[in-house]
T-cell receptor, first 107, second 116 residues
Framework: KQEVTQIPAALSVPEGENLVLNCSFT??????LQWFRQDPGKGLTSLLL?????REQTSGRLNASLDKSSGRSTLYIAASQPGDSATYLC??????FGAGTRLTVKP | DADVTQTPRNRITKTGKRIMLECSQT?????MYWYRQDPGLGLRLIYY???????NKGEISDGYSVSRQAQAKFSLSLESAIPNQTALYFC???????????????FGPGTRLTVL
């Protein structure tokens, strides 16, 4: 059974910092790894999807990497802004989610 | 208009009542999903459907049932609600376009259900 873990559960940083969110999974036989953003009272919005054959994906200030052999993915956010405050979740093979990291970016 | 809608957005009910949560989508996707989210536990898959005739149990289907009325509609029922079914429920859709590796899910806004 695939287990997905996200550490830390919460993170608070000052505006402008670069930061890394972590996602680990126990079964390396995944077909993709997806990162989502969840704002309070709203659904999840897909940020980046890394296919199993890929090592990373980039969108604007976001960069996600995937290392299947070690069972890890990271989401790098450059030059963080208060508007980045949200909960970030990763999902392995579409339907196995981590519990998320709640990010607060302070002005 | 939102591509994936859920009704109701909030519901308070009592133990033992039958509840139906509805999901509609205008994305034209064949695949639809129901999840529940509990604090500190992330999302857990309840049921999923790859087309109107294909419905499958997820990891936590006990106490729930579903109906896929059409490609665009997927309903979740709690036959006899209990307090530990209090949670945030999400519907999602996806369209793999032939490859599971590119299968991206699109989520509705969620239904907050409270069972007293």
């Amino acid at each position: 059974k695939q287990e997905v873990t996200q550490i830390p559960a919460a993170l608070s940083v000052p505006e402008g910092e670069n930061l890394v969110l972590n996602c680990s999974f126990t079964d390396s036989a995944i077909y993709n790894l997806q990162w989502f953003r969840q704002d309070p009272g709203k659904g999840l919005t897909s940020l980046l999807l890394i296919q199993s054959s890929q090592r990373e994906q980039t969108s604007g200030r976001l960069n996600a990497s995937l290392d299947k052999s070690s069972g890890r993915s990271t989401l790098y956010i450059a030059a963080s802004q208060p508007g980045d405050s949200a909960t970030y979740l990763c999902a392995a093979s579409g339907t196995r989610f981590g519990a998320g990291t709640r990010l607060t970016v302070k002005p | 208009d939102a591509d994936v809608t859920q009704t109701p957005r909030n519901r308070i009910t009592k133990t033992g009542k039958r509840i139906m949560l509805e999901c509609s989508q205008t994305k034209g996707h064949d695949r639809m999903y129901w999840y529940r989210q509990d604090p500190g536990l992330g999302l857990r898959l309840i049921y999923y459907s790859f087309d109107v005739k294909d419905i499958n149990k997820g990891e936590i289907s006990d106490g729930y049932s579903v109906s896929r009325q059409a490609q665009a509609k997927f309903s979740l029922s709690l036959e006899s609600a209990i307090p530990n079914q209090t949670a945030l429920y999400f519907c999602a859709t996806s369209d793999p376009r032939g490859s599971p590796s590119t299968d991206t899910q699109y989520f509705g806004p969620g239904t907050r259900l409270t069972v007293l």
